[in-house]
């Protein structure tokens, strides 16, 4: 294993923005007019069969689930843009008296107390930002978020911080889990190191990465100001169990987090926004289930071009896909 391959491996994985396709329609930043503007055309697919699914059918699997782990590609203002037609759908519409969450993974568990603060109307946005170290913590706009932790808020729902700390992370990847202090240690939730199915789709990414001509060609380089582990100094690269072992804390903290939630508020439901190397079956998903709550979804956005259907469909790892459908 190439020393190119680890470093990529910990800055372009790290927040697990993106698998698979890229898809052409990515910024930096918003379109004018926010992430309403994003808006595309689209179908719902069973993303086991490709079957097209009938839209009230989609809107009521995503009603009934306990969780709905909702993908992204961190700089794509269109996925955002589904993220916030499915929350303003499930808040609003859900029965009275029931509890919501939106959990986040761009949003460390120790800042829960800021987002508390801004649910509350304590704070506004700008202190929101600063107090959570935004910026330095997860790098991108906080205009592809605002619209859709708004809407859950306005809809009567909290916002969960969902992610390890970085500096938890950041002392695994250098030094390993042996290296944690019992207190470290006690922010870790139980890690299931071992899945099969997990394991070959992280090599599978991995490999297809190809190193740094790979990086240069497909993956995203916006990734590194949000990777909650930072590369370790030079000459001290760390192991691929260590690379893996990070990936594995961010899917099982972000699962532990919620369905901690959950079982706290057993007529709850909540939505979960991450990385779309988060949102599939042998991650998030598999883990809310370990931990009870079986009834767990994901959905992935991906565009009608480039393959990205066919690719999503010929390995499939979410319940269901939505087809963005690109002008030509």
């Not at 800055?11 to 993106?18: A, E, H, I, K, Q």
């Not at 695994?172 to 019992?182: A, D, I, M, W, Y």
């Not at 006690?186 to 990465?209: I, K």
């Amino acid at each position: 294993m190439s020393r190119a391959w680890l470093a990529i491996a910990v800055l372009v994985l790290g927040c697990g923005g993106r698998y698979g396709g890229a898809g052409p329609e990515r910024a930096k930043a918003p379109p004018p007019g926010g992430i309403e503007n994003a808006g595309l055309p689209y179908d719902v697919l069973d993303g086991r069969t490709g079957r097209q699914v009938d839209e009230a059918a989609f809107w009521g699997r995503l009603a009934a689930a306990r969780a709905v782990c909702v993908g992204e590609d961190h700089s794509n203002p269109h996925h955002h843009w589904v993220q916030l037609q499915i929350v303003r759908r499930l808040v609003t519409q859900r029965p009275p008296g029931t509890p919501f969450a939106l959990g986040l993974e761009m949003v460390q568990r120790p800042f829960q107390g800021v987002l508390d603060d801004y649910v509350a109307k304590r704070i506004d946005a700008s202190a929101l930002q600063a107090r959570a170290a935004w910026k330095e913590r997860w790098g991108y706009d906080w205009a592809f978020y605002a619209p859709t932790i708004d809407a859950a808020i306005l809809g009567g729902g909290v916002v969960l911080a969902l992610n390890a700390s970085r500096e938890l992370t950041k002392q695994v990847v250098r030094k390993g889990l042996e290296s944690l202090t019992p207190e470290e240690r006690a922010q870790v939730p139980e890690l299931v190191l071992d899945d099969v199915a997990h394991r070959a789709w992280f090599d599978a990414l991995m490999e297809g990465m190809g190193g740094a001509h790979a990086h240069g060609q497909g993956h995203d380089k916006e990734a590194a100001p949000s990777a909650e582990a930072a590369p370790p100094p030079a000459g001290e690269m760390p192991s691929a169990e260590r690379v893996y072992t990070v990936q594995v804390i961010w899917d099982e903290t972000m699962a532990d987090t919620a369905a901690k939630w959950l079982a706290g508020n057993p007529n709850g439901h909540a939505v979960l926004l991450a990385g779309n190397g988060h949102c599939h079956d042998s991650a998030i998903v598999r883990r809310l289930q370990r931990r009870g709550i079986r009834d767990a979804v994901s959905v992935r956005a991906v565009f009608d071009k480039d393959g990205e259907v066919a690719e999503a469909l010929a390995k499939p790892a979410n319940d269901f896909l939505v087809v963005l459908h690109v002008p030509h």
